[in-house]
Every structure is written in structure tokens, then in C-alpha cells.
């Protein structure tokens, strides 16, 4: 049962008064972050800030109710605006909550089949490349509002936007780069007191009360989030936020369902899955770091599958866990998956009791505020240090994600990073692989002057096969048998047995023993039937076999048969 596993978790160590006490907490701490910040990202993809906070609200709920991590905080996160960004500017919300519907439907279906662990295999250099990438492309994304710039058009390509916001620089508003600044100041220097009040509310309210002092006591204006946005809900029309609880609605255009959409949409929805995947579990094995627990990843990506089908339905866009928020929760002293659906209630309440007060919040804040999370994810000091001191070949892989992601987008950077990093990874398993020749006798197991023997080490696959088995090719005359030492092979496949039929087939004119082969290697040499050719004999020991060879260097002397013993050989 995959469901209301982190639930479970805590009810098992022991929920109590305490622990409520301490949910409730945390839950109100990290909602007071998520505020802001569910609605800068909502911003940011290109839709009304209240779709954030219906994110928040309603995703957040179900993932920590239904999902396998007790710590996760489920919401909109940095990580989904490259993604989001251009699916909006095409498909408008409509699309982009199909979207997230259908992307939810994938990451159920990979919680179901299991498949939590596979994020596992993603290379560092792969994960720290695209992340640093998409920090640097959001943080260029928030110029324009921390700027005031007035953009003629809105191109999807980065380069295209370099240039578009280059051109609209002369149309700066000194009044909104003034707040974006005092914004960024004071997160900055509101964190590095470590007090237990998060920096982005700070930050947020230094620029809240400064644009209202600049609005009303000089010549400039800043730009207010209630100037920008406008809502209409049936009959009721208005600015900013609208006072209202999440409505329902349908997450296709006009009402209509077209199966046309889902399979244009299908790409962008296993993309944001992926992503989703990734991040989420990388957040609860943080998580788990910070805390001692260890979550359930499958139930985990149940969860946030569910989280991502329903919230379209209220008006949400794709979710999944955000590192930041979690490690507010955790450091808050939460205890259970129920501060995270404190987060998600007082958000709501929050939104009912103080949507007109957040049409003042202002757009270069807001800005600001999303540059530093830009910061914080792309771990920029960690990715000049892995610069520094990794090898050039993961070096070569986090600069190709960098790239891609910053240059193209995401699909193409992961797609590409981990197909290059799987062939340098080939390489370096391929380099392990050796065969020595050593003629005059074995070091370790002198089998005579006149056996050769080939030492095989590392796992014969197709990458190095037929390299490593293209030395056997003896032809002394002197030699009287051929020994293949498979005791260090741990693995073969199809490409490496035909490389080795063609290697026995060199040295036919000899008999040839196998030495040491692992069970499951011996069974795909039979079922391959190398091990029924005539001059091919599979041996167990090396004590056995150097008795064979004895007994039949004896024979020869003595002119009598030479075939090998069976007793001594199997043949699987």
C-alpha cells in the first residue's frame, strides 16, 4: 500500500501532543514563506499569482497527506519556470494545466511500477549542470520586473531575450530598480543573522513599505502587483488576488477536451514529470539527511502524482517538493507530513483574510525575491568547485547541461547529459577490462612451460569485448593448451560471447580450458554452445586442472589418448 506511507512513518514513532504542537509551528513558519514565493512563481510561468497560491494550497495538501516523505513542502517551484514558461506562451493556462494533469498521471504510474529509485542513476554533473542553468536563466527572466523594463515582445529562446531586454534598457524605472536592490539587500543580510524568521518575508516587507513611501512621497512610481493582475470569477471582477476559495474548473480549453492537445502536450508533461521526479526525491533524501528518516520514493512520487492530477482541477499548476520550503519545515521542528498541511491551510486562510493587502506587494520585489531563490538553487559555489577539482570528463558534462539548458532548455540539456554521460561512463567501465597474456606459466597457479594462459579481468560487455579479447592469438609450437582465467569476470553479454568465439576460433589447433567461470556466465556459454566445441573444456579448479594437464602432458609422452577427462570438466 503506497498511500499515507509518511503518515504512517510518523504515526509509528510514536505521534503526540509535542509533535502536534510543533507541526503547527512549523507549518505556520514555512506558510508565511510560501506566500511570497507560490505567488513570485506563478508570476514567473507566466499566469496570475493566485494560481500559485492554489497550488500551494491544494497540492500541497494531498502530497503530504497521500506521499512518502514525512518533511516534503509540495508547491510551485524555481526549477519548473524554463519548462512552464514557453507551454504558457503557447497553450496559455489552459494548456499548462493539462499539462500538469497529464504529468501527474505519469509519475503515478512510475510510483506504481516502482520506479522511485531509478533518479538514483542521474549523474551529479548532469543534476548540478541544469540546475545551475535554470538558476541563471530565472534570475535573467526576473530583469524585466526588477528593472521596470517595458519589453516590446517576449521571445521564448533565451538569446532572443538577451537581445529583447538589451533594447528595452533604456526604458528602466530607477523607482522599481531601487526596491528589486533594497530587496536583494535585505534577504541577503536578513539571512546571515540565522534568526528563526525567514528572510524572504523580511526581505518582501522592506520592499513593500518602501514602495508605498516611494508611491506616495515622491515623483516615481513602482509597479504593484494589484496594477498588473486582474481576475474575473462569474460576476465578481477585480485587481490582484482574488478573496475567494479555489474554484473548480476544467483543465482543457473553453471546456472542451481534445485528444489532438494531450498528444502535442505529451512531451511537455513527461518533461515536467521528469523534473518533478527528480526533484521531489532529491528533496526527501535531503530531508532525510537532515533528519535521520529515510522516506518511501515510490510512495513519494504516488503522491505527487495524485498532487498533480487534482490541482489543475482548482486552478493549480505543476508542483512537487522544494528543498528550501522542506528545510524551513525541518528546522522549524516539524514532525509529521501534518505541517505540511498546515503549510497548505494557512496559505488558504491567509489569501481569504489578506488578498487586498497583497495587491500592494510590489512586481520588483517580487523580482528580487525570486533572483535570491535563483541563487540558492543553482549552488553556485558548488558548481565552480566542481569545476576545480572533477575530472575533465564530468567537467565536460556539467558545462554541456549548463549550456544546452541555458541556450535551449532543459529536455535538450538532460537528454544530452546523460547520453554523453552514459558513454563516458562505458568508457571508463570498458578501460577497467584487461586480458593479459602470460606465457611460461601462471604467477599464481604454474600450470607449465608450455600452457599459456590469458588473465581476464573486469566484466566483458560490448564496450570492451573485442578489444580486450582481440590478444588471444597464440600460435608457438611449443605450446601444448590454452588457459582463459574467467575467476575475475563478473559479467558477459551477446557482443562479448561472439568476440570470444571468434578469439577460440583463433587458437583452434589448441585445447582450451575455461578456468574459473562464474555459475551465470557458464550458463550463457552453454546456452551460446561454446562450451560443446570440440577443443573447449570448463573447469572448476586450478588444482583440477593442473592434475589434467599433468596426467595429459603424461600421455603424450607415453603416446596414448589425449582427449580431456570428464570427470574433471563440466560443460553446463
Known amino acids: 500500500m503506497l498511500l499515507f506511507d509518511a503518515f504512517k512513518q510518523a504515526w509509528r514513532e510514536g505521534f503526540s501532543l509535542s509533535s502536534l504542537r510543533s507541526d503547527i509551528v512549523s507549518g505556520v513558519t514555512v506558510g508565511v514563506v510560501a506566500i511570497p514565493l507560490g505567488m513570485a ?40 519556470v524554463v519548462i512552464l514558461l514557453p507551454i504558457t506562451q503557447q497553450y496559455g493556462l489552459s494548456g499548462l494545466m493539462l499539462a500538469t494533469m497529464m504529468s501527474g498521471v505519469i509519475l503515478l504510474l512510475m510510483g506504481i511500477l516502482r520506479l522511485g529509485q531509478l533518479v538514483a542513476y542521474v549523474p551529479y554533473p548532469v543534476t548540478t549542470g541544469f540546475t545551475a542553468g535554470i538558476g541563471l536563466t530565472i534570475a535573467f527572466l526576473q530583469l524585466k520586473d526588477l528593472l521596470g523594463l517595458s519589453v516590446a515582445s517576449n521571445p521564448i529562446h533565451f538569446p532572443e531575450k538577451v537581445v529583447a531586454y538589451a533594447s528595452a534598457m533604456p526604458t528602466l524605472n530607477m523607482a522599481d530598480a531601487l526596491i528589486g536592490v533594497v530587496t536583494i539587500a535585505a534577504f541577503i543580510l536578513w539571512a546571515k543573522l540565522k534568526t528563526k524568521v525567514p528572510a524572504h518575508v523580511v526581505a518582501l516587507l ?59 502536450l505529451l512531451p511537455a508533461a513527461f518533461t515536467i514529470a521528469m ?119 564530468d567537467v565536460a558534462v556539467l558545462l554541456t547541461c549548463f549550456t544546452l539548458t541555458v541556450v535551449f532548455d532543459m529536455v535538450v540539456a538532460v537528454v544530452v547529459g546523460l547520453l554523453l554521460a552514459g558513454v563516458l561512463f562505458i568508457q571508463r567501465i570498458a578501460s577497467l577490462t584487461t586480458v593479459d597474456k602470460v606465457a611460461g606459466g601462471h604467477p599464481h597457479q604454474n600450470f607449465g612451460e608450455d600452457v599459456v594462459v590469458y588473465d581476464i579481468n573486469g566484466p566483458l560487455f560490448f564496450a570492451a569485448s573485442e578489444k580486450a579479447l582481440s590478444v588471444i592469438d597464440y600460435t608457438a609450437p611449443e605450446t601444448q593448451a590454452v588457459v582463459l582465467d574467467f575467476s575475475d569476470v563478473t559479467t558477459i553479454d551477446i557482443t562479448a560471447i561472439h568476440a570470444l568465439e571468434n578469439a577460440i576460433d583463433r587458437i583452434r589447433d589448441y585445447p582450451v580450458y575455461l578456468l574459473g567461470v562464474a555459475a551465470h556466465i557458464e550458463k550463457k556459454l552453454a546456452a551460446a554452445g561454446l562450451l560443446t566445441v570440440d577443443n573447449v573444456a570448463c573447469c572448476g579448479s586450478a588444482e583440477s586442472l593442473r592434475e589434467h594437464l599433468a596426467i595429459k602432458t603424461h600421455n603424450v609422452q607415453s603416446k596414448e589418448s589425449t582427449l580431456p577427462s570428464v570427470s574433471l570438466y563440466t560443460a553446463s
Not at 54 to 74: C, D, E, H, Q
Not at 283 to 304: F, R, S
Not at 338 to 358: E, K, Q, W
Request: proline share 6%.
Open 41 to 80: 512563481l506563478a508570476i514567473a510561468v507566466g499566469v496570475p499569482p493566485q494560481h500559485g497560491l492554489y497550488t500551494v494550497i491544494v497540492a500541497g495538501l494531498l502530497a503530504a497527506l497521500l506521499g512518502g516523505s514525512r518533511f516534503n513542502i509540495t508547491g510551485p517551484t524555481a526549477a519548473f
Open 206 to 264: 522592506a520592499g513593500t513599505l518602501l514602495a508605498l513611501l516611494v508611491n506616495h512621497g515622491s515623483g516615481g512610481h513602482v509597479g504593484l502587483l494589484g496594477e498588473k493582475f486582474h481576475y474575473q470569477i462569474g460576476d465578481l471582477v477585480g485587481q490582484g488576488i482574488p478573496q475567494v476559495l479555489p474554484q473548480l474548473v476544467m483543465p482543457w480549453q473553453d471546456g472542451h477536451f481534445s485528444w489532438a492537445l494531450v498528444v502535442e
Open 275 to 393: 523534473l518533478g521526479c527528480i526533484e521531489s526525491l532529491l528533496c526527501a533524501v535531503v530531508a532525510d539527511g537532515m533528519t535521520g528518516t529515510k522516506h518511501n520514493p515510490n510512495a513519494e512520487l504516488v503522491g505527487q502524482g495524485l498532487a498533480n492530477m487534482v490541482v489543475p482541477f482548482f486552478g493549480g499548476i505543476p508542483a512537487t517538493a522544494a528543498i528550501a520550503r522542506t528545510a524551513t519545515n525541518i528546522r522549524a521542528g516539524a514532525f509529521s507530513p501534518l505541517s505540511a498541511i498546515v503549510h497548505s491551510l494557512f496559505v488558504l486562510a491567509a489569501m481569504i483574510a489578506l488578498a487586498p493587502m497583497l495587491s500592494y506587494v510590489p512586481m520588483s520585489a517580487l523580482a528580487g525575491l525570486l533572483i535570491m531563490v535563483a541563487w540558492n538553487m543553482s549552488e553556485a559555489p558548488h558548481f565552480v568547485h566542481t569545476l576545480k577539482v572533477a575530472p575533465r570528463r
